[in-house]
């Protein structure tokens, strides 16, 4: 049986070479460090995490899992490498790329000449370009130019944890796969077969993204959960109790909710509610960085969404919404409101749809905002799709809504979208000039 090769026998790489072994794969671990070599050789583990040194010694005994200095050697004797390599970063963040790129030349330059499919998997956590530019690159430079059409890439990062790195290996979020071809990833799903998780199968530089927005994430739930907590103690409030309670809502707390890309916040709640609690902290002077950067963070959107349109360097805009989201009549703290007085206030020729704000229907407050504080936007209002496409030269979608759709469905050619929402126009039909 042919081996798999692991580069890199740090934490990450001692670890899943240890569990791909585990898992019945004929494996060979590669690293520099012979001190490390000779140590899993014996079936000792070089790290400390839990379980790991009995299952080194189990799988090095059954003839599964041997390690060795050497690049060919490993290279020789198998179909598929995992490059475990570190990538650390400076003071800055800008990565180390060195002990990547200089494994990846060393595999190549083992496959000079082989003329033999070969596929190079980077568990290493790395930004996106970094295969395509870094990792490629590399392997291309050591194996030269006629390996190309044999070499095949992909990424595949790792979700675990210091302490419970085996549980996670075996049973992660998602198994991560990013590559360009059937094959690699058919692969790939082979050898987690026995994994106890989803697989995920997605592009290169999506798979290079992820592992780094989901640690980010994990760092924002820190600090907002300290910030919280500082924030209750100066109020004489228990702050792991409020967090406890606010954990327990599935629906919009711990959930997708809220979390996809898309425009600012906005309505009577959120920016109101964000700046009491944030008042709370200053007047009792607690430091609350990332809770003050909330607000003016959802402001950098609304100013990124005027630019856009601005650079566009047309004067007829159509607006399809208005309300703060949609299916409501509510323009309370509207980012569309804000972005639309803006682009009045640059010399532009707007016309909006929104059904739920038509005029004729508003009452009570909204209606009082409306004749009260922008009585001059009511005149921009439109009943139909079809008289803000005849109008503008460039359409901004500010909500997914069927009058969204409508609009998308009769563009011209030569007109413009920016989607706000992010999501409305990718799927609906367009014509090419207008992409």
Do not use: W
């Not at 790129?101 to 596929?119: D, F, P, S």
């Amino acid at each position: 049986m042919k081996k798999i090769s692991v580069f890199g026998l740090g934490y990450v790489g001692c670890v899943s070479a240890a569990c791909l072994a585990a898992a019945g794969l004929e494996v060979t671990g590669v690293e520099l460090n012979s001190d490390k070599v000779n140590m899993i050789n014996k079936g000792q583990s070089p790290i400390v995490e839990p379980g790991l040194a009995e299952l080194l010694e189990k799988v090095v005994s059954e003839g599964r899992l041997h390690a060795t200095t050497s690049c060919a050697e490993a290279v020789r004797d198998s179909y598929l490498a995992f490059v475990c390599v570190g990538t650390p970063g400076d003071g800055n963040g800008q990565l180390s790329l060195d002990a990547l790129q200089r494994v990846c030349y060393e595999i190549g330059q083992a496959l000079r000449g082989a003329g033999r499919i070969y596929t190079v998997v980077v568990r290493s956590t790395i930004l996106p370009g970094t295969i395509r530019n870094v990792v490629t690159s590399a392997l291309i430079a050591g194996a030269g130019e006629e390996f190309r059409p044999f070499l095949r890439v992909a990424v595949n990062p790792e979700f675990i944890r210091e302490g419970t790195a085996l549980k996670d290996f075996r049973n992660p979020p998602f198994t991560l796969v990013g590559a360009e071809d059937a094959p690699t990833v058919q692969l790939l799903r082979s050898i987690y077969s026995s994994v106890d998780a989803p697989f995920v199968e997605t592009t290169i530089e999506t798979a290079e993204t992820v592992k780094y927005v989901c640690n980010t994430f994990h760092a924002l739930k820190v600090a907002f959960a300290n910030e919280i907590g500082d924030t209750c103690a100066a109020m004489g409030v228990d702050g792991v109790e409020v967090m406890r309670i606010a954990c327990m809502d599935r629906k919009l707390n711990i959930s997708e909710a809220y979390l996809r890309p898309g425009f600012a916040f906005g309505g009577s709640c959120l920016p109101k509610d964000v700046k009491a609690l944030v008042y709370a902290a200053h007047h009792r002077d607690v430091q609350v960085p990332l809770l003050d950067a909330i607000l003016p963070s959802n402001n950098a959107q609304i100013r990124h969404g005027i630019q856009n349109v601005l650079n566009t360097g047309k004067k007829r805009i159509g607006v399809v919404g208005l309300s703060f989201k949609e299916n409501t009549d509510d323009l309370r703290e509207s980012p569309l409101v804000t972005l639309v007085e803006a682009l009045i206030g640059k010399g532009c020729d707007l016309k909006i749809l929104d059904k739920n704000v038509s005029i004729a229907r508003l009452m009570g407050a909204n209606r009082q905002y409306i004749e009260e504080e922008i009585p001059h936007i009511a005149n921009l209002m439109c009943d139909s799709p079809q008289q803000l496409v005849e109008h503008a030269q460039v359409i901004v979608i500010g909500c997914d809504s069927p009058e969204a759709r409508k609009v998308l469905e009769n563009l011209r050619s030569d007109q413009k979208v920016i989607d706000l929402t992010r999501i409305t126009y990718k799927d609906a039909p367009r014509s090419k000039a207008a992409a």
